[in-house]
């Protein structure tokens, strides 16, 4: 275990008196943005955040022990201004908002420059790329953390992944992100592989935090309800090109919008082109080249791809090297998501050899294309799909495995973009072959008005079943399945809850199949 980063209590005067701020030693041992999460030894800092300031929430953060806290003022003269209450310090700071990330980049003392960090975003895949990167460090002996959608992970060589950490959102606030860097290093992880969402890159969730690698998948319709349109949305996600400390670029060159990604790039940065369509990297170069021409263009594509019950083969062509591959994943586009981890860690210069040897060993991320097999019926696949363009993905990749009839069981989401709704219906529709509508974190929509809305995008309704109860939905098709049945189960993947009338209810999807399915094994 390493203690390059130092110890975990340390004095904040030093770091604030780098901004012209005198106050007496006071040490502590985290930063914190939320008041929820305060104890007696957090520095509060009361954001502007999105829909509220943080600076109601003082004496809350007071209440739950902080002995000091930072507020924002507008007027230059109180910068540095103390007040006490209740025997902590409220410091007035001068553009706090501007200043947040750097000092939790000093308070963690630069943590994320010591460590090898790749940031991914888009649509869908996040969760994948991420946690593929960290696996296949590991494998190669060089231990990795992760960050996002599934919480703080750590990775090391022949070992089960760890959870070390909760996260409420896919890309934390930027304290929380140095804490959790700062946990992995201390685990003794040399590489970060952490999701970067619309929303945290919009929010500035990672203000001063250092990225070596950033890596774009893919951009369809999501969060339309927060950034208005799809291009708004495009943009939102290409301020990782202003990251700091960025060196290389991977894109999925299959993915029209990576052309404005090049566009934008610094003209010194170094970039990885990934495609499962290309025919030739010559190709695939050419044509980027021709609208960019001041980079430096490196590829790893993907040729000839075979699916089989257990995964895919193919060969694989890189500026690194050639080979067969065996990747025990379901799907073409987890091989798109192997290619991005492959082109983040061999920019990083980790070995083409030894990545394609620990291949083979990648494990699927629980909750993605994970499938439940039966020997009496179907085959099931629990997957996160909560888009359009996922849940078709999801049910290519299913059609591609399934020798009986494709079964897909799914809902949407309450509260949220329901421009999609009827999209997601067509998409069932046109790829599978039985259609089931059911509950998913309706929150405080009508479930009813949901299903309707869905329906909408459905003509052929005698595909169709409503069961609104997910559970009894699941194993009704179950149930009633043959052995070369495959049914996909689509919305919650990994979550550990069902929101109904703004109450989470514990439900573990994954859980519950695993044990339908063993229950009615012979």
Not at 121 to 135: E, F, L, P, R, Y
Not at 367 to 392: C, K, Q, W
Not at 402 to 417: H, P, T, Y
Request: aromatic share 6%; glycine share 6%.
């Amino acid at each position: 275990m390493s203690n390059e980063v130092g110890p975990q209590i340390r004095s904040i005067s030093s770091v604030l008196a780098m901004y012209g701020i005198v106050i007496p030693e006071i040490e502590i041992e985290n930063i914190v943005l939320d008041s929820r999460d305060v104890n007696q030894v957090s520095l509060f800092i009361a954001h502007k955040g999105t829909q509220e300031s943080g600076i109601k929430y003082v004496l809350d953060a007071i209440d739950n022990g902080a002995k000091l806290a930072l507020i924002d003022t507008d007027n230059p003269k109180q910068h540095g201004h103390v007040k006490e209450t209740n025997a902590a310090l409220i410091i007035s700071f001068f553009d706090l908002e501007r200043h947040i990330g750097s000092i939790c980049n000093e308070f963690y003392r630069n943590v994320s420059s010591k460590l090898q960090c790749i940031a991914t975003t888009g649509t869908n895949g996040k969760t994948s790329v991420a946690h593929i990167c960290a696996q296949l460090s590991a494998i190669c002996q060089e231990d990795a953390g992760t960050i996002g959608t599934m919480g703080v992970g750590f990775y090391t060589k022949d070992k089960p992944a760890e959870k070390l950490a909760h996260t409420i959102n896919t890309t934390p606030d930027i304290a929380s992100l140095n804490k959790f860097a700062n946990l992995v290093k201390q685990r003794g992880a040399k590489r970060l592989c952490i999701e970067a969402s619309s929303h945290g890159l919009e929010q500035n969730r990672l203000s001063n935090f250092h990225i070596d690698v950033a890596a774009f998948t893919n951009l369809t319709q999501d969060h339309l309800d927060y950034h208005q349109s799809l291009e708004n949305y495009a943009v939102a996600k290409r301020l990782l090109l202003k990251q700091e400390g960025l060196k290389y670029l991977v894109l999925n060159a299959d993915d029209q919008e990576s052309h404005h990604w090049a566009q934008e790039a610094a003209k010194d940065m170094m970039i990885c082109l990934c495609s499962v369509k290309e025919q030739t990297a010559e190709q695939l170069v050419k044509t980027y080249s021709q609208r960019q021409h001041h980079h430096q263009y490196k590829y790893c594509i993907a040729l000839n791809p075979r699916f089989t019950p257990s995964g895919s083969t193919f060969e694989i062509d890189s500026s690194w090297g050639q080979a067969s591959v065996s990747l025990p994943l379901i799907g073409q586009f987890n091989i798109a998501n192997l290619l991005t981890a492959l082109g983040a860690l061999l920019m990083q210069g980790l070995s083409f050899n030894l990545l394609l040897e620990a291949t083979e060993k990648v494990n699927g991320v629980p909750g993605r294309m994970e499938v439940f097999e039966s020997r009496e019926h179907g085959n099931i696949i629990v997957d996160y799909a909560h888009t359009p363009d996922a849940l078709e993905q999801a049910l290519l990749a299913a059609r591609q495995h399934a020798i009986g009839k494709l079964v897909v069981i799914f809902g949407c989401g309450g509260d949220r973009d329901n421009s999609k709704r009827s999209h997601m219906g067509s998409t069932a529709e046109r790829l599978a072959d039985e259609v089931i509508l059911t509950q998913d974190n309706s929150r405080n929509e009508s479930l009813e008005t949901i299903i309707a809305d869905i329906c909408q995008g459905i003509r052929n309704k005698s595909k169709l079943k409503i069961q609104l109860t997910r559970t009894t939905a699941i194993k009704e098709a179950y149930v009633n399945s043959q052995s070369d049945d495959l049914i996909l189960v689509a919305g919650k993947g990994h979550e550990e809850y069902l929101e109904l009338n703004s109450v989470r209810e514990y439900y573990n999807e994954r859980e519950y199949v695993k044990q339908l399915t063993m229950e009615f094994r012979g």
